[in-house]
């Protein structure tokens, strides 16, 4: 079972709020990472279960431990994730990420949870950016 089922961390966030910096939509408003980072971690519940694993994530890949790094590993420019149009198709590609991650075998264990590098990332982002 992967966190993402466990705990519903990319599950659709009800109602019609929106990240500053983005548009109705969701989608980042410029190439600053700091939006683009807003976009993404927009697509996220929240929550201590969230936070947690971001912080426990960025513990054991300090180097991505920048709002920029995570951004660039998320999405590159011409990813399917960059292009995404719309909160339904960024969450899309997300999950997609989270697939090719496990199929992969890009994955890291968090307190005996074996997540893909895509959730850790996006945990991540979404836990600077509650404390940024």
């Given amino acids: 079972m992967t966190t993402s089922a466990a705990v519903g961390i990319l599950a659709v966030r009800p109602g019609r709020a929106r990240a500053s910096g983005t548009t109705p939509a969701g989608r980042a408003t410029s190439a600053d990472p ?3 980072a807003r976009s993404l971690a927009a697509l ?3 929550g201590d279960g969230v936070g947690r694993i971001g912080v426990a994530y960025l513990a054991v890949t300090p180097e991505e431990g920048d709002v920029e790094a995570l951004v660039r590993a998320l999405a590159p420019p011409g990813s399917e994730l960059a292009r995404a149009s719309s909160r339904r198709a960024r969450r899309a590609a997300l999950l997609d990420a989270v697939r090719h991650d ?3 075998g890009r994955v890291v264990e968090l307190d ?3 997540i893909a590098r895509t959730e850790g990332r996006v945990c991540a982002l979404w836990a600077l950016q509650s404390v940024g």
């Fill in 44 to 46: 996220l519940r929240g």
């Fill in 34 to 36: 700091d939006a683009r």
């Fill in 102 to 104: 496990f199929a992969a």
């Fill in 112 to 114: 005996g949870w074996r």
